[in-house]
């Protein structure tokens, strides 16, 4: 990516959730903008875990929209609008193991091999140590630009980690990101609630697609 089309630690973020909620959560993909600032704020899968209010989120959003890399759309009988992720529109269809990496990468950066090989099995199951190496290789030498570096031991790293380089280059003598931190962002630690979180996630979100149902029954009445 250019310089210019670094993302910030906010956008990175949003572009990992909105990657993740595609694959683990089909059903209630595109999002809306509380599911976005949930999955944003998640506490399990998530490195750093943050606390965003809807207009961090949302400036997250805008700047992925600027760059092509989200849409939003408004679906019928939806009473908010939905955002889904545009990244093959402007780095092509990249392979399920190359999908899973990065979105990993993006929702929690730095990672050592063996910790990708065993976090990407929630996206897609990726045979081995070996397979898991072609993909990076494959990251690491994309057409269009390198999507990942792997840094050597060094600056505090014991063994080689994996950086993705969607917010820019990385500094190698250092274990953390170049791109700063986004503001307003209060960086907490995790809890032990985190599975409440997420049920809670889930029951919005059927909510959400009950009243899209409820809507549709009611078009398909007067429609006949």
């Known amino acids: 990516m250019s310089e210019s089309s670094d ?12 990657l993740e909620k595609e694959i683990t959560t089909p059903e209630y993909y595109p ?13 399990s899968n998530r490195d750093p875990v943050v606390e965003w209010d809807d207009a ?8 992925l929209r600027r760059k092509r890399l989200a849409v939003m759309i408004h679906l019928s009988g939806s009473r908010v609008p939905k955002y889904k992720h545009a990244l093959d529109a402007v780095y ?51 057409g269009s630009g390198p999507l990942i570096t792997i840094l050597p031991p060094g600056g505090g790293r014991r063994v080689r980690t994996v950086a993705h380089l969607m917010g ?15 503001p ?7 809890s032990p609630d985190w599975k409440a979180a997420m049920e809670s996630e889930i029951t919005s979100l059927k909510t959400e697609v009950a009243d899209l149902r409820h809507l549709m029954e009611k078009l398909r009445v007067l429609l006949d």
């Open 92 to 142: 092509g269809s990249l392979d399920p193991a190359m999908t899973a990496v990065l979105t990993e990468l993006l929702v929690r950066n730095y990672q050592t091999p063996a910790e990708l090989r065993t976090r990407t099995e929630r996206l897609q199951s990726i045979q081995d140590l070996p397979a898991l190496e072609a993909t990076l290789q494959r990251l690491a030498h994309y």
């Open 56 to 63: 961090v989120v949302e400036s997250g959003l805008d700047g």
């Open 31 to 43: 999002m809306s903008l509380n599911s976005v600032v949930t999955a944003s704020n998640q506490r």
């Open 168 to 182: 820019g280059p990385v500094d190698e003598s250092s274990a953390s990101p170049s791109y700063p931190t986004a």
């Open 7 to 18: 993302l910030t630690a906010v956008e990175a973020r949003v572009l990992g959730g909105l």
């Open 184 to 190: 307003a962002a209060a960086i907490i630690p995790p």
